[in-house]
């Protein structure tokens, strides 16, 4: 139990670091007024791929290293992601076989995708929530009052917000599944468990209706 802890903690720490590094290496897509890193929410993803508390440690530590050394806006939002990142995580806890279909991951995953699309849209909601309150208050660039709320806000960081979140958990999608054939990634292993288990099962029920 306390190799288990020590262990998670170790990933979390890791996942917190990658998180915070990779907004300020990675190339942004830029579409005035709004910028929009590659792969900066991974990290956070692959969290969500291990448990709940890894997913919650990552998140708050993201958060928190942001208020350190970015804006309030940024850290704020990076701490919002604490909402979808503990729904997505306890869902994927409780039904970890939506991670392969067919018994194996592929891209064309269509639970998958529909959970994604779901933790996407929480996603974006929070940001923007985040985000309305800043501009409420004047405290945006003035480029985003220029370009008013619905193109600014609600277009650019809302919809925008939503598909960068839809890419940048197909990008951790595919990492995990590349991980899980080297490590123990726990939502991945009890997945692969489950369908061997219902693979065993299912022969055991055709004889039995023969029979």
Same mark, same amino acid.
């Given at each position: 139990? %306390?190799?288990?802890s020590?262990?998670?903690?170790?990933?979390?720490?890791?996942?917190?670091?990658? +998180?915070?590094?990779i907004p300020?290496?990675?190339?942004r897509?830029?579409?005035?007024?709004?910028s929009?890193?590659l792969?900066?929410?991974?990290?956070?993803?692959?969290? $969500?791929?291990?448990?709940p508390?890894?997913?919650?440690?990552?998140s708050?530590?993201?958060?928190?290293?942001?208020?350190?050394?970015?804006t309030p806006?940024?850290?704020?939002r990076?701490?919002?992601?604490?909402?979808?990142?503990?729904?997505?995580a306890?869902?994927? @806890?409780?039904h970890p076989?939506?991670?392969?279909?067919?018994? %194996?991951?592929?891209?064309f995953?269509g639970?998958? @995708?529909?959970?994604?699309?779901?933790?996407?849209?929480?996603?974006?909601?929070?940001?923007?929530?985040?985000?309305?309150v800043?501009?409420? $208050?004047?405290? $945006?660039?003035?480029?985003y009052?220029?370009q008013?709320y619905?193109?600014?806000?609600?277009l650019? $960081? +809302?919809?925008? +917000?939503?598909?960068?979140?839809l890419i940048?958990?197909?990008?951790?999608y595919?990492?995990?599944n590349?991980?899980?054939?080297?490590?123990?990634?726990?939502?991945?292993s009890?997945?692969? %468990?489950?369908?061997?288990?219902? %693979?065993?099962?299912?022969? @055991?029920e055709?004889?039995?209706q023969?029979?």
């Open positions: 139990m %306390k190799k288990n020590v262990r998670q903690l170790t990933i979390a720490a890791l996942l917190v670091a990658m +998180g915070i590094i300020m290496v990675m190339p897509i830029t579409i005035g007024p709004a929009f890193t792969a900066s929410h991974v990290p956070l993803f692959l969290a $969500m791929f291990f448990s508390g890894v997913a919650v440690a990552v708050l530590g993201t958060g928190f290293g942001f208020f350190l050394s970015a806006i940024i850290a704020l990076a701490l919002s992601h604490l909402l979808f990142a503990t729904i997505g306890l869902y994927l @806890q409780k076989t939506i991670v392969l279909s067919k018994h %194996k991951v592929v891209f995953n639970r998958f @995708q529909l959970f994604n699309l779901v933790i996407g849209l929480i996603h974006s909601a929070a940001e923007l929530a985040v985000v309305s800043f501009y409420t $208050m004047g405290n $945006m660039p003035e480029t009052y220029t008013g619905m193109y600014s806000i609600f650019l $960081m +809302g919809l925008g +917000g939503l598909i960068h979140s940048d958990y197909n990008i951790a595919f990492v995990a590349a991980l899980s054939k080297q490590f123990d990634l726990p939502i991945f009890q997945a692969k %468990k489950m369908e061997k288990e219902k %693979k065993q099962i299912l022969p @055991q055709v004889e039995v023969i029979r």
